[in-house]
């Protein structure tokens, strides 16, 4: 079974980068989906990049796109978000989601995701 854990947050200043990562075992996470979430105090869990199986295609949302980048390395069975230009806006718990799928899509709907891992927060100083 596809076991996930983010490791990588910790404390940024306004315009500096953090770079996630989201270690897997258990199975081989090129056959997966996988997605980066962000969970911001009092607000709902929202989608942020992911990347589809054998990093076939990507996706980020607007706020992402041009600072965050998302990519895999099969021979560490991990994905990673690099995040540069972070803002105080981009503070979060962010996680990692898989998807068990045999298309190259990715997803941005949590719902849809098969296996989460346990976070790892971000927090950017104004």
């Known amino acids: 079974q596809l076991h996930l854990v983010e490791s990588g947050g910790g404390l940024a200043q306004r315009g500096g980068s953090l770079r996630l990562s989201c270690s897997a075992s258990?199975?081989?996470?090129?056959?997966?989906?996988v997605t980066w979430f962000r969970q911001a105090p009092g607000k709902e869990r929202e989608g942020v990049a992911c990347?589809?199986?054998?990093?076939?295609?990507?996706y980020y949302t607007q706020s992402a796109k041009g600072r965050f980048t998302v990519s895999g390395d099969s021979a560490k069975n991990t994905v990673y978000l690099q995040m540069n230009g972070l803002n105080p806006e981009d503070t979060a718990v962010y996680y990692c989601?898989?998807?068990?799928?045999?298309?190259?899509?990715?997803?941005?709907?949590?719902?849809?995701?098969?296996?989460w891992g346990q976070g790892t927060l971000v927090t950017v100083s104004s």
């Open positions: 258990g199975s081989t996470l090129d056959n997966y989906a």
């Open positions: 989601a898989a998807d068990v799928t045999v298309g190259d899509a990715c997803y941005m709907n949590p719902l849809v995701m098969n296996y």
């Open positions: 990347i589809g199986r054998n990093g076939k295609s990507t």
